[in-house]
């Protein structure tokens, strides 16, 4: 049998410890974090990291494995697409991995499910291509297997280097 991603539900604010106890019985799994700052008192400065998803971990399992997911503490059920646990694709959690650990402050949008869809990866830019200085840019990306849309921003004087490397170009 050969082994796919599924995404599970946890119980709320329960994402860690599920992780944690699915990796305990050595079942393989995936739970995104973002970083997020909060700011209390005014002036004093606290980083939390958070999942990206509230109330899911993704587990890469085979289906003779799902009685053992289920029988995972915090764990409640999978998420059902027309029936059936729904197959998150190896490329939607690469970008979920990859785009979760390059840019904090992460959020998630629901959006409609297009099967078959191609990722897209899109990036706001107000600012022109010559400064050095980005205002707020908003970087997008779309996890069609999932219906979600992942968005972050840079921070507001983030500085570049250099336009060139930043967008991934090469530079003549």
């Known amino acids: 049998m050969t082994t796919q991603w599924y995404a599970v539900c946890t ?5 860690l410890k599920a992780s944690a106890a699915l990796t305990k019985k050595g079942i393989e799994n995936f739970c995104p974090l973002t970083r997020k700052m909060l700011v209390s008192n005014g002036f004093r400065k606290k980083i ?8 899911f971990v993704f587990v890469h ?15 409640v059920s999978f998420m059902y697409w027309m029936g059936k646990p729904a197959v998150v694709a190896d490329a939607d959690i690469k970008t979920i991995e990859q785009f979760a650990s390059r840019y904090p402050n992460v959020t998630v949008q629901k959006t409609a499910i297009i099967k078959n869809a191609v990722l897209a990866a899109t990036a706001d830019d107000d600012s022109d291509e010559e400064e050095n200085e980005l205002q707020d840019e ?12 992942l968005t972050a921003s840079r921070e ?4 570049v280097i250099n336009t060139n490397i930043e967008r991934g170009k090469m530079i003549d």
Do not use: C, H, M
């Open 156 to 159: 507001k004087n983030y500085r």
């Open 61 to 75: 399992i085979t289906e003779a494995e799902f009685n053992t997911v289920l029988r995972t503490n915090d764990v």
């Open 11 to 15: 119980k709320p604010q329960q994402e």
């Open 138 to 149: 908003r970087i997008r990306t779309v996890i069609p297997s999932l219906g979600f849309i």
């Open 48 to 55: 939390t990291w958070n999942p990206v998803f509230p109330s």
